[in-house]
């Protein structure tokens, strides 16, 4: 499994078009957010969910299968029980990476991936490994831009 700093930076700034298996169309849904986070920070998205004809305004697939371009990495927002196909089709469509995202650990489809030669990260958020790793963390509202061991006056007593 890929979850080094050096191997997620690698993977992050090599491969630009990530098919999003799972993704709803429901802007709260964490995986709406992650795939808005990704375009926004210049990667093409690419649904992957039979419910939708078109998410971020990008056509939405029913399968890896149907999708008629080069993909590098696959992101899974699916339960751990549904990752093993996704990973076959992953596999059978030349992808570079499987991604699991956060809370789905299937390591059969771990193994299969990289028996195949892919790359394979599990239980990463993209959207968060992106952040984290190339400065995004201000877009989530986190970063204050102050950097101190003091106690606000505010919260002093």
């Known amino acids: 499994m890929n979850d080094d700093i050096e191997s997620l930076r690698?993977?992050?700034?090599?491969?630009?078009?990530?098919?999003?298996?799972?993704?709803?169309?429901?802007?709260?849904r964490p995986s709406y957010f992650a795939?808005?986070?990704?375009?926004?920070?210049?990667?093409?998205?690419?649904p992957v969910n039979p419910k939708y004809q078109e998410i971020l305004g990008e056509?939405?697939?029913a399968s890896l299968l149907d999708i008629p371009e080069p993909v590098g990495i696959v992101d899974v927002f699916?339960?751990?029980?549904?990752?093993l196909p996704i990973a076959r089709q992953a596999v059978e469509i030349g992808a570079k990476v499987l991604w699991q995202q956060l809370g789905v650990?299937?390591?059969e489809a771990d193994?299969?991936?990289?028996?195949?030669?892919?790359?394979?990260?599990m239980d990463r958020c993209v959207k968060i490994e992106h952040a984290r790793l190339f400065g995004g963390l201000n877009w989530a509202g986190v970063n204050t831009r102050v950097v101190s061991a003091r106690r606000p006056r505010w919260l002093a007593y």
Do not use: C, F, P
């Open 78 to 83: 699916r339960r751990t029980d549904d990752v």
């Open 59 to 61: 056509r939405s697939y």
């Open 111 to 121: 193994a299969l991936a990289q028996a195949a030669g892919l790359e394979s990260v």
């Open 10 to 28: 690698r993977i992050l700034a090599t491969h630009r078009v990530i098919a999003v298996v799972g993704l709803s169309a429901d802007w709260y």
């Open 105 to 107: 650990l299937n390591h």
């Open 35 to 46: 795939a808005k986070y990704m375009q926004e920070h210049g990667y093409r998205v690419i």
